[in-house]
């Protein structure tokens, strides 16, 4: 999700909806979009190097499919997926 602005304020995951399922699964029709929003995503810079992501990938202590690409400035730019990553589709 992005802001008026351009600015990357957050984004939806697979785990981010199972998140939500989990804490309230009496009753799944109270989940809100809000509820699922992960305002803090990992993302990259998009001068990194494919060898900076890599390593990010590898560091992270969940599986990253997929990697939000923001400017200095906050501004979202793209995403790469961990598709893209191995098949060399950047």
């Known amino acids: 999700m992005i802001n008026d602005a351009g600015k990357l304020i957050g984004l ?3 785990a981010d909806v199972r998140k939500a399922m989990l804490k309230n699964l ?4 109270k989940i809100l979009p809000n ?6 995503p990992v993302t990259l810079q998009n ?4 060898v900076e992501m890599l390593q990010l990938i590898k560091k ?3 599986p990253i ?3 939000p690409i923001v400017r200095k400035d906050g501004n979202a730019q793209g995403i790469i ?3 893209n990553l191995i098949k ?3």
């Not at 509820?35 to 803090?40: A, K, P, Q, Y």
């Not at 001068?47 to 494919?50: E, R, S, T, Y």
């Open 47 to 50: 001068d990194a190097k494919v």
């Open 65 to 67: 499919t997929y990697l």
């Open 81 to 83: 997926t961990f598709v």
């Open 26 to 29: 009496e009753d799944l029709n």
């Open 12 to 14: 939806i995951s697979n």
């Open 88 to 90: 060399g589709e950047l």
């Open 60 to 62: 992270s202590k969940f």
């Open 35 to 40: 509820d699922m929003i992960n305002t803090t």
